[in-house]
């Protein structure tokens, strides 16, 4: 059985880093692929009241519970089938129901810190960076923290002042340097996004 392909795909909040995903997700939908967000990864927090919880830091690698990530990431390169939790962004914590997800020949990893850890860096065959600029992902994250997950301005912006725009300059940015394609514009760059399928297409076929 031939090694399945990792793909990492990151970038900061707004990016279009899903976007980049979802459009390789779709060319590849006649093969085996299955993609997975680091999103599903933050910690249980059930132990805190919703209080704490909203005080976390979830743009900090320490909100995430990577180890189980990479224990996952494993099991599919392995071949086998991995039950992922499912967060719950209104209650800010875990639900207590998993869903499965079954081996696959390409496996789309996504999220904000992939390239952060080094761990996460070893496991992936590609390592993607979608950079965008900071004054279109702020309002991208607007758009969706209010439609998505019914936040306020105020909030949104708050917390991108005090939190998500240090963390980007502090985690993300600098994890750039460890990306083998950068993409700028995010899903709207066709070209990098046709380039990068064409590859895939090739390592499929290198059978």
């Given amino acids: 059985m031939k090694k399945p392909l990792l793909i990492g795909i990151t970038g900061g909040t ?28 933050y910690k249980d927090q059930g132990h805190l ?15 995430f519970d990577t180890e189980l990530m990479i224990e996952h990431l494993k099991s599919l390169l392995k071949g086998d089938s991995i039950r992922v939790p499912i967060y719950d962004f209104t209650m800010y914590t875990r639900k207590k129901e998993t869903v499965l ?19 996460i860096r ?33 909030s949104v912006v708050n917390q991108y002042l005090d939190v998500v725009r240090p963390m980007h300059l502090q985690f993300i940015e600098p994890s750039k340097k460890y990306a083998d394609i950068i993409i700028p514009e995010g899903g ?3 070209v990098a996004i046709d380039i990068i399928i064409g590859s ?6 290198n059978d």
């Fill in 49 to 63: 009241s919703f209080e704490e919880r909203l005080s976390t830091n979830y743009d900090h690698p320490n909100a």
């Fill in 188 to 190: 709207k760059n066709k």
């Fill in 14 to 41: 707004g990016s279009g880093k899903t976007t980049v995903a979802k459009a390789l997700h779709e060319a590849f939908k006649n093969n085996s692929v299955t993609m997975i967000m680091q999103d599903y990864y």
């Fill in 101 to 119: 997800i079954e081996p696959a020949d390409i496996i789309i990893l996504e999220g904000i810190l992939l390239l952060e850890n080094e761990k």
């Fill in 200 to 205: 895939i297409k090739q390592y499929l076929r």
């Fill in 122 to 154: 070893e496991l992936l065959d590609m390592k993607i960076y979608v950079d965008t600029d900071a004054d279109i992902r702020i309002l991208r994250r607007l758009m969706r923290d209010m439609k998505e997950r019914g936040r306020s301005v105020d």
